[in-house]
């Protein structure tokens, strides 16, 4: 496991990295990721022994680990109705939502619960690569034809299919909600390739 990135420096000595969860497996195609994720502190298990692969990972969760990335920048004020003050995420949300990384549901919501969708996933992303000045390459072409891709989304979808941050296959049904494991792939992807 080696990334290198403005935001996060990892090294390996060759010694298996070890984690403490018994759902992550050493030839599961996520472990690197996820070791990545949990030692950055990006992610945490949870559970000290679980990490839940298969489960679904907040929008709240995902703004607040860009939020995180950034330094966790003050913001105060709300952009969404269905954010509070002294909510966990609600610096984070306004932050992003100030910063054009996110645009909420229109009539004022967020949906911080809601699980994150994989062109969710991909929108956030390519939209805090370009908070951070990150060059967007044009990926037209990148969807099959039958891709289940929001419109409001394609590009973004495409954006990240090019880079790798989503599998071609994962792109096609890109309205279903992203795994946790899935997240932390993007993450791993994004910080140690595209943010370089």
Do not use: C
Not at 19 to 36: I, R
Not at 106 to 125: I, K, M, Y
Request: overall charge negative.
């Amino acid at each position: 496991l080696i990334g290198e990135s403005k935001y996060v420096s990892m090294s390996t000595t060759g010694e298996p990295i070890g984690l403490p969860y018994t759902d992550v497996q050493a030839d599961d195609w996520f472990y690197d990721a996820v070791a990545f994720a949990s030692k950055s502190g990006l992610m945490t298990g949870t559970s000290a022994t679980t990490f839940e692969p298969n489960t679904s990972f907040s929008r709240a969760m995902l703004v607040s680990v860009l939020h995180r990335l950034e330094g966790s920048p003050a913001m105060e004020g709300s952009a969404f109705s269905d954010v509070n003050d002294g909510d966990w995420y609600a610096e984070a949300v306004n932050w992003a939502a100030a910063n054009g990384i996110v645009n909420g549901y229109g009539s004022g919501l967020f949906g911080p619960n809601d699980p994150v969708t994989r062109e969710q996933l991909a929108a956030f992303l390519s939209r805090f690569a370009q908070y951070n000045d990150a060059k967007i390459i044009e990926a037209d072409g990148q969807l099959s034809t039958d891709a289940v891709v929001s419109g409001w989304a394609r590009k973004n979808v495409e954006w990240a299919v090019a880079e790798g941050i989503l599998t071609s296959a994962q792109a096609k049904n890109a309205t279903q909600n992203a795994t946790r494991a899935e997240v932390a792939m993007a993450l791993y992807t994004y910080l140690t390739k595209v943010a370089k």
